[in-house]
């Protein structure tokens, strides 16, 4: 096996575009879930239209990269109220399915033929990231050092990415110490009583999901700018599945929960697949040959999450007196 | 909040306490339980019922009551000590086990299922012995009237009094032998109250041992054999209702001078 | 100085009440809630039919009446959590129907459930921060700059601290509210609502599983509140805390008011002996009367058991 | 594409060597990296064409290899779009230093990862990539693919639906890029040859079922009918004959994703029968299917096992061609061996050839493959097949039509 | 009949006269566009070309033929006859094919509503594993009637039945380990879709990604049913649908196990306390909730073949129809289920059919507007 390649892989994981972009997600899951108790499905959704916000505006309409951010931004606080007006009556789980639903609706409506000429049907839509590397300060040439190696576009894409992470996480930890996320995490509680204290219990509600749908959104902008490209079926409830686990692993309502979360989530599935390759590579597992690693990662994957949360359903940073609290 | 002053003794030393519980039907020895990992909630308390007693317990809010007779009925952890139950050890059984052994149960809070009817609800409370269901039904719709009119009536948009009568209600549907009541009397009318009082006295009357935990303490002590005062865990007192009652220290600290006496 | 306002209030909200008719609807001289006509019904079943009710300013009032009378439903009509079929009724002169709770709540009429809501995986202490009104912290903006609220929470602190210490709850001040007890949760939710500093408080069975030591001390808690000027409506099965704290009583049975006046009157009118308090409200059973039900319930048995052996 | 364009390359970074992963200078190692559906909405198509991929490289090896050293191959996952495992795989093939990654399955995947691949230096060889943004996308010129030419193969069919007279056609087309590329050339020729293309459904292949996708052309009664998808044509096959619009009484068409000898075989006898479908490439496909359950027995379906072994016979060639292993430098001889010189249709006699001096034209089991500038290949072979009453098409095409893509 | 050939800019290539069976060719020298026209005055009597048009404009390809088209037809046809042109009955002809489908699609996803419904009722768990153990089912079918060669009717019966054996060892095994743990619902939730993840890979490791079908009544031909097509294993499945889903309904509101089942959704405490064995009766929850998640697996692939990933793809559909009708409830499933159906179906009448699912989504959320307990669901009270 070869140990290095394994090594320097997992390492990229562990800092990669894929844990940058799915920490975003579920830095905006937390808020909504982890806070505010607003099992919001939907947040793929919130990636999926600053993507294409971004996307459509440069390369459909062919205005500047900073218009598409702009763009892409203001979508995803239209898809919030979109979203939030009929649905932040529900109770927790038909919330649940409702967003899952809307999600699905703007995926589906993106991949359409019908609307092939806007979004690019099921190919999606790319050619819209120049602005963004025009402004590269990095010169051409591998940073890093060893096992860890990127270029310069890598470099570029994951100092913005977790830059945006430390702010999002500075925001979250600023407001969730404060009277307002005691709101928050009030709503998340018991809303009547909230009610009964005179807070506008829809309105904090409201905010939770345009901040955590913006916050999330950052991913959406991330994941285009770093592939170059928007695709439908990237934003499907798959990811927003993943970025739920991503949320529980490191511990719900914690302000570093996620980006912990996305980094061993990325580990675990690069490091899994590094070791069962090598390990079929050199002949240490016989039982299947290399094109089945690709379902046993996902296999031992699944059985990871279970195992994670068997012994540790906290997560990484939660606290075990707030679950014994609300155990059924 | 676990540190008990030592300097509170307990009226009566424990042997001295226990030597009555030769022939209890359920007895707790030194029970330490709790819900959150290193927080202990009843911190070594016995207690024993004999054949036929009614039990009263009283005590401050958060004393431990509630966690006491859960712990009895095995919905709490037991960290240390016994259950006992006719000779039998029943530490940490599961509570359907204790049903089919005879014990009843009505919690403090949370004692309906909400989305089952009044009659469903009763229906469950003679879950083991489904063929005496319409004759007890007859009964306690007797008691509480109000039930009967209402009885395809989903409990969960019950009052909280009617809540109340229904839990009351479905523990006797079974007719248990020993019976653990958590503030059976709260929430209700002044009428119902002497009700349930009653009916608690004419119950034990025939032969069913009562555990009883009250807020409504001075009631609860002019009708049990012997009652406990229980703070912080521990049984800081016990003795015969009227002792207890009569106690000025009891009165100071757990019975106030509200009610008339 | 403070025992001397105390009687003050006491004696005008007394006076105030000395010679209104003790009836149903009788109009107070200066009421803070004015009800008109609030029905509600579920199915076929009517549980609030109210037809006008006044609330006297600075007074504690009780409302009592059997369970399933409507207590709570009225209550929840009033504050905003349900939507009466119909009525309307006004809040210091201002209309209130259709408000949604928060705006009740801002307006200064706050209640409490009488099946508690604990914020659980809120500390004791944070449930109490919660209540209190017009935080600059609440704003999403200011709330992410800590110097602009951080004065104000620590006023907010200080208060909630005190009403903490008053209802034994200080040792609990950072536990879980899930954590508590039964009787403690009733009393975190009056803190609460307390917090909240409302000129109405509407308190629905606060005294339902709290120690009666407690309670006692609590009472005078209450009886402050209307000497600071509050109004306080409060539901209670608790006859002594009734006669005990009470201006004025109201009872309601089946939905509507069916009597008016003070503790005293009331306790011993007929029909609310009847309806509600049973015939051993008044007097503690003395010992021969003990005897006496016993030997009732004996004979109930004997005869029940001659029936089963029949 | 690929070939010439790294001119209008407009990104400052370049593929400059210097910025790229070691394996960019070559090692005298040819790395081939897969980059294929072994999970996801796609996994079906993973096994044939590893076996491809797995088949050439067998063949390469046992003739000696490239370069004088064995090819070494590694196997990864491009998942689907719905996870981003495709971008991690090609960390890991970069990581060890692949010169050229047989992949995606899906144009959607490729997409995400072409910018990272041709980036470190590599060739991206796609077995089954249809959406013609590939063909002006920025490569560096290190993109190519030997994917069924839609163009011709929508020409053909198109062209043999109206020759057997349908006037009117409905199309089911899966919706992707491949089912709309090919259902739209396939409604341009049905137009242009006089017939009505009365009602066109592009479904999506996730759908619960497609019982209101056949209603909708049902209400038209078309002549004849084109299934234009992959292995869910099975269910759609299943509706059509449940709402009694069977083969025998209309005229169903096929197309390379979903003429299949192992699809259908379960059906009642006759349910395809008549049944004609277009596969490119000259031979018939049974010879190279027999040589692929050697190296794969599990195989049921074989799409795009002839596009992948194609791929890898053709880097291997180019790379013997420039004598190198670099990604760089086989790209820049793709072209050249593809067409252009002596014809051969393996790797033993076509390194033969080349080891002579000679200049070769590499004609594929998927068809001649001649790539054009942009890293298509120009000219394909599409045979017509028909079914039989055994639900399967014979051994012999029809008829086999090559022509140039473009025209 | 008379055919000319002219180049795009119209100079004349060549004039052909048709032969007996109506085909003709012409040689062409150079690939390109040319215009085909066919002289109208030389049609046989009462016959037309079908669209009128008697000009095509093919290009021609290097190499390759290029046929080009006239189709004809009776003259009298020039009116409604045209087979196109029913307009209004062939609207509703297929609306009514469609309600049909509604009902059948709807049906299968009921029955797989009921499981989760139940399992939800039951423990609170939103398990996201249900479409695996769809799935399972239809494999474990598949195993029996395929490899083993039985019958699929006897075939089902057995996957049904171990299906359910596998739902009770789910619980035994790991579930109830679990809830023993004290594990949250919404930790349990996560746990859930790992146990998907799980069971997907291995039904990928040891089926194949491929679709695979049924030995019996596969491409069966459908019946004409006034205006429906149907075939007859459709017909009987949705029979048995139905009489599973209102058996299990009533089971659930009228018998003692039933109402066990429900109070332990309520309040798992106190049904203890009331003498329920909590575990055993989650246990038949689950024994029975896998039997019937199995049971719509077959149903599916009955009627839509078999894949490792046919039950995720219906997962979402499942809960659409659990949610619509009012979680918890199995009534609520079933008339959910039903409009989630419909509306994929009907829908299609004014929309794509790729879009087909927006449909039925967008009517969930609506419904949820205005019913936002469900359409079966009650709401709690307040205070
Ligand atoms: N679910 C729980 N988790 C953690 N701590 C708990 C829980 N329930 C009760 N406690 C704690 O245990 C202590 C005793 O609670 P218990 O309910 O037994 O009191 P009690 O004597 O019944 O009081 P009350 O008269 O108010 O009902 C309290 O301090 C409470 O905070
Ligand atoms: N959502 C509802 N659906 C049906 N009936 C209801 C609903 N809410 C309340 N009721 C009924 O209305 C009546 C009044 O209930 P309410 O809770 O107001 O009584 P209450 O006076 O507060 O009684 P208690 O003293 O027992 O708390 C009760 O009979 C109750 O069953
Ligand atoms: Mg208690
Ligand atoms: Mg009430």
Same mark, same amino acid.
């Given at each position: 096996m070869n140990w290095d390649i394994i090594l320097s892989t997992t390492l990229k994981a562990a800092i990669g575009v894929e844990t940058v972009w799915y920490a975003l997600a579920a830095i905006g899951i937390n808020i909504h879930f982890g806070y505010t108790g607003l099992l919001n499905f939907g947040q793929s959704a919130f990636l999926a239209v600053a993507g294409y916000g971004l996307a459509v505006t440069v390369t459909v309409i062919g205005l500047p990269f900073w218009i598409g951010i702009g763009v892409g931004l203001v979508a995803a606080v239209l898809l919030a109220f979109l979203l939030g007006i009929p649905t932040l009556r529900l109770r927790a789980d038909y919330l649940a399915i409702v967003t899952i639903a809307a999600a699905e609706i703007v995926r589906l409506i993106f991949r359409s033929v019908e609307f092939k000429s806007v979004f690019g049907g099921s190919d999606g839509r790319r050619g819209f990231s120049q602005g963004f590397y025009e402004i590269n300060p990095y010169a051409e040439g591998t940073y890093g050092f060893w096992p860890l190696s990127?270029?310069?576009?890598?470099?570029?894409?994951?100092? &913005?990415?977790?830059?945006?992470?430390?702010?999002?996480?500075?925001? &979250?930890?600023?407001?969730?110490?404060?009277?307002?996320?005691?709101?928050?995490?009030?709503?998340? #509680?018991?809303?009547?009583?909230?009610?009964?204290?005179?807070?506008?219990?829809?309105?904090?509600?409201?905010?939770?999901?345009?901040?955590?749908?913006?916050?999330?959104?950052?991913?959406?902008? &991330?994941?285009?700018?770093?592939?170059?490209?928007?695709?439908?079926?990237?934003?499907?409830? #798959?990811?927003?599945?993943?970025?739920?686990?991503?949320?529980?692993?490191?511990?719900a309502a914690r302000v570093f929960g996620p980006v912990v979360g996305a980094s061993i989530f990325w580990v675990l599935l690069v490091l899994v697949n590094g070791l069962l390759s090598g390990a079929v590579q050199s002949g240490v597992i016989t039982f299947m040959d290399i094109t089945q690693v690709g379902p046993f990662r996902f296999l031992l994957v699944g059985l990871g999450l279970i195992l994670l949360l068997v012994y540790r359903p906290q997560g990484i940073f939660g606290d075990k007196r707030e679950l014994a609290i609300n155990a059924r | 909040m676990n540190a008990v002053p030592e300097s509170k003794a307990a009226v009566t030393d424990r042997s001295d306490h226990l030597s009555g519980a030769e022939n209890a039907v359920l007895r707790c020895d030194e029970l330490i339980a709790g819900y959150l990992p290193g927080v202990n909630i009843l911190n070594g308390s016995d207690l024993y019922v004999g054949d036929g007693e009614l039990i009263g317990i009283i005590g401050p809010n958060g004393a431990g009551k509630s966690t006491l007779l859960k712990a009895m009925f095995g919905l709490v952890d037991i960290r240390s000590g016994t259950v006992t139950l006719k000779g039998e050890d029943i530490t940490n059984m599961k509570a359907h086990q204790l049903v089919s052994r005879g014990v009843g149960y009505v919690p403090q809070t949370n004692n309906v299922f909400p989305s089952l009817t009044i009659e469903e609800n009763l229906e469950m409370g003679a879950f083991q012995a489904p063929a005496k269901f319409k004759e007890r039904f007859e009964f306690v719709c007797e008691l509480f009237p109000a039930l009967k009119e209402r009885r395809k009536q989903r409990a969960g948009s019950l009052s909280g009094g009617e809540r109340q009568m229904v839990a009351m209600a479905r523990a006797l549907m079974t007719e248990p032998s020993v019976l653990l009541l958590d503030e059976p009397s709260a929430g209700l009318s002044p009428k119902l109250q002497d009700l349930v009082f009653l009916q608690a006295q004419q119950i034990n009357k025939a032969g069913v041992t009562i555990i009883m935990v009250e807020q409504n303490a001075r009631r609860c002590l002019q009708i049990c054999h012997r009652g406990y005062v229980l703070d912080q865990g521990r049984n800081a007192y016990t003795g015969t209702g009227r002792q207890l009652a009569d106690d000025p220290k009891v009165i100071e600290l757990y019975l106030g001078t509200l009610a008339r006496a | 100085m403070h025992a001397e306002t105390a009687t003050d209030r006491k004696a005008a909200a007394l006076a105030a009440f000395k010679d209104l008719p003790h009836e149903p609807g009788v109009a107070k001289p200066d009421p803070i809630l004015v009800v008109d006509n609030v029905v509600r019904r579920f199915g076929g079943l009517t549980a609030v039919d109210v037809g006008h009710v006044e609330v006297q300013r600075g007074s504690i009032t009780a409302l009592i009446g059997p369970n399933g009378a409507g207590k709570t439903t009225f209550f929840n009509q009033l504050t905003g959590f349900d939507t009466a079929d119909s009525g309307e009724w006004t809040f210091n002169g201002r209309k209130m129907n259709g408000v949604p709770a928060h705006k009740v709540a801002r307006a200064g009429m706050v209640r409490t459930f009488q099946l508690t809501k604990a914020l659980s995986r809120l500390t004791v202490l944070e449930n109490m921060r919660l209540g209190a009104q017009g935080q600059k912290g609440e704003n999403f903006w200011r709330a992410l700059i800590p110097g602009s609220w951080r004065g104000q929470e620590d006023q907010i602190t200080a208060r909630a601290d005190e009403l903490l210490a008053r209802f034994k709850l200080d040792a609990k001040r950072e536990d879980f509210a899930g954590s508590l007890s039964g009787?403690?949760?009733?009393?975190?939710?009056?803190?609460?609502?307390?917090?909240?500093?409302?000129?109405? !408080?509407?308190?629905?069975?606060?005294?339902?599983?709290?120690?009666?030591?407690?309670?006692?001390?609590?009472?005078?808690?209450?009886?402050?509140?209307?000497?600071?000027?509050?109004?306080?409506?409060?539901?209670?099965?608790?006859?002594?805390? !009734?006669?005990?704290?009470?201006?004025?009583?109201?009872?309601?049975?089946?939905?509507?008011?069916?009597?008016?006046?003070?503790?005293?009157?009331?306790?011993?009118?007929?029909?609310?002996?009847?309806?509600?308090?049973?015939?051993?409200?008044?007097?503690?059973?003395?010992?021969?009367?003990?005897?006496?039900?016993l030997h009732e319930a004996e004979e109930a048995l004997e005869a029940e058991i001659q029936e089963e052996s029949k | 594409g690929g070939g010439s364009d790294t001119a209008s390359q407009s990104t400052p970074s370049s593929a400059a060597p210097s910025s790229a992963a070691p394996a960019a200078e070559g090692d005298g190692t040819l790395t081939l990296g897969t980059l294929l559906p072994q999970t996801g909405s796609l996994a079906f198509l993973g096994p044939p064409e590893f076996a491809g991929v797995d088949l050439a490289v067998k063949e390469i090896n046992e003739a000696g290899g490239v370069l004088g050293k064995d090819v070494v191959k590694i196997h990864t996952d491009s998942g689907d779009t719905t996870t981003n495992i495709a971008s991690q795989s090609v960390d890991n093939l970069l990581a060890q230093k692949a010169d050229a990654i047989i992949g995606a399955a899906s144009s959607s995947v490729s997409e995400t990862v072409i910018d990272k691949i041709t980036g470190a230096g590599v060739i991206q060889f796609s077995p089954a990539n249809t959406s013609d943004t590939f063909t002006t996308i920025a490569d560096k010129g290190l993109y190519f693919r030997t994917s069924p030419p839609d163009k011709l193969q929508g020409r053909v069919l198109g062209d043999l639906i109206v020759a057997d007279g349908n006037a009117t056609v409905a199309i089911m087309a899966m919706q992707d890029s491949y089912g709309t590329g090919l259902a739209d050339q396939v409604v341009k020729t049905v137009q242009d040859g006089g017939a009505e293309v009365v009602e066109r459904v592009d479904y999506d292949p996730k759908a619960a079922d497609f019982a209101a996708d056949i209603a909708k052309i049902k209400a038209k009664n078309p002549a004849g009918i084109v299934l234009i998808g992959f292995e869910e044509t099975a269910k759609v096959i299943n509706e059509l004959v449940k709402q009694g619009l069977p083969a025998d009484k209309h005229k169903w068409y096929m197309v390379d994703g979903n003429t299949s000898n192992t699809n259908y075989v379960d059906m009642p006898k006759g349910t395809l029968k008549g049944v004609k479908g277009t596969i490119p490439g000259a031979a018939s496909p049974e010879d190279f299917q027999k040589k692929l359950l050697e190296v794969d027995g599990d195989l049921e379906d074989f799409s795009y096992a002839p596009e992948s072994y194609d791929a890898a016979n053709l880097i291997a060639l180019a790379a013997e061609a420039a004598k190198s292993d670099s990604g760089t430098a086989i790209a820049a001889k793709l072209a050249e061996v593809s067409k252009g010189g002596e014809k051969c249709d393996s790797f033993p006699t076509c390194v033969e050839l080349l080891k002579a001096g000679k200049d070769i034209d590499y004609d594929g089991v998927s068809g001649p493959v001649e790539f054009n500038d942009a890293g298509d290949p120009a000219v394909a072979t599409i045979g017509i097949y028909e079914y039989g009453d055994d639900n399967k098409y014979g051994t012999k095409a029809v008829e086999y039509r090559t022509g140039n893509i473009e025209g | 009949m008379k055919i000319v050939v002219t180049t795009e800019s119209g100079q004349p290539v060549q004039e052909v006269t048709s032969n007996a069976q109506g085909t003709w060719e012409v040689p062409i020298e150079e690939p390109g566009q040319y215009k085909v026209t066919l002289d109208a005055a030389t049609l046989p009597q009462n016959m037309a070309i079908r669209g009128g048009n008697n000009q095509r404009a093919p290009t021609v390809y290097e190499g390759n033929p290029t046929t080009v088209l006239f189709a004809l037809q009776a003259k009298a046809a020039d009116g409604a006859a045209a087979p196109d042109e029913g307009g209004g009955s062939a609207f509703w002809q297929r609306a009514a094919q469609l309600t049909f489908e509604g009902f059948n699609l709807g049906l299968i996803i009921a029955l797989a509503a009921l499981g989760l419904s139940l399992i939800y009722g039951t423990t609170g768990l939103t398990n996201f594993a249900h479409g695996e153990l769809v799935t399972l089912g239809a494999l474990l079918a598949y195993l029996v009637n395929v490899p083993f060669g039985l019958h699929i009717v006897p075939a089902a019966v057995i996957a049904v039945m171990l299906a359910g054996g596998i739902g009770y060892a789910q619980d035994r095994f790991f579930w109830g380990q679990l809830r023993r743990r004290g594990t949250g619902i919404i930790a349990a939730m996560i746990v859930s879709i790992g146990v998907a993840l799980f069971m997907r890979y291995l039904f990928l490791i040891l089926f194949g990604g491929e679709t695979q079908a049924y030995a019996q009544y596969n491409a069966q031909a459908g019946l004409q049913l006034g205006p429906i097509s149907a075939t007859p294993k459709n017909l009987i499945s949705m029979g048995i649908e139905l009489i599973v889903l209102i058996a299990v309904g009533f089971a659930l509101l009228r018998t003692r196990t039933g109402k066990a089942a429900r109070a332990v959704a309520d309040n798992p405490a106190l049904a203890a306390s009331s003498g329920i064995n909590v575990d055993r009766i989650i246990r038949i929850i689950w024994t029975g909730g896998g039997a019937i998640a199995a049971l719509a697996g077959v149903m599916l692939g009955l009627s839509q073949n078999l894949k490792f990933t046919m039950g995720q793809e219906l997962l979402l559909l499942i809960f659409a129809g659990v949610t619509l009708g009012g979680l918890g409830t199995a009534f609520g499933a079933l008339i959910g289920s039903i409009i989630v159906g419909l509306f994929i179906q009907v829908s299609t009448l004014w929309i794509p059919p790729e879009l087909k699912n927006v449909g039925a989504l967008a009517v969930l959320i609506l419904v949820l507007l205005f019913r936002p307990q469900g359409i079966l669901g009650r709401r709690e009270r307040i205070g």
């Open positions: 990127f270029n310069e576009r890598e470099m570029w894409v994951l100092t &913005v990415g977790w830059v945006l992470i430390a702010i999002a996480c500075l925001i &979250v930890f600023l407001l969730m110490k404060s009277p307002w996320g005691r709101v928050l995490k009030a709503i998340r #509680e018991d809303e009547d009583a909230v009610r009964s204290l005179g807070k506008n219990v829809f309105s904090y509600k409201m905010q939770s999901l345009i901040l955590g749908g913006v916050l999330g959104c950052l991913g959406g902008f &991330v994941y285009g700018l770093a592939t170059g490209s928007v695709q439908p079926d990237i934003f499907g409830t #798959e990811t927003t599945f993943f970025a739920y686990t991503i949320v529980i692993l490191g511990g | - | 009787g403690q949760r009733k009393l975190l939710e009056m803190a609460r609502a307390l917090m909240v500093e409302p000129e109405l !408080v509407m308190l629905d069975e606060p005294m339902a599983g709290v120690n009666p030591a407690l309670t006692q001390s609590l009472l005078g808690h209450v009886k402050d509140l209307r000497e600071q000027g509050m109004s306080v409506l409060f539901v209670e099965h608790d006859m002594d805390m !009734v006669r005990d704290i009470s201006d004025w009583v109201i009872v309601m049975a089946q939905g509507a008011v069916i009597a008016e006046g003070p503790p005293d009157t009331i306790m011993s009118d007929q029909r609310v002996i009847d309806a509600y308090l049973g015939a051993h409200h008044d007097a503690p059973l003395s010992e021969s009367e003990l005897e006496e039900q | - | -």
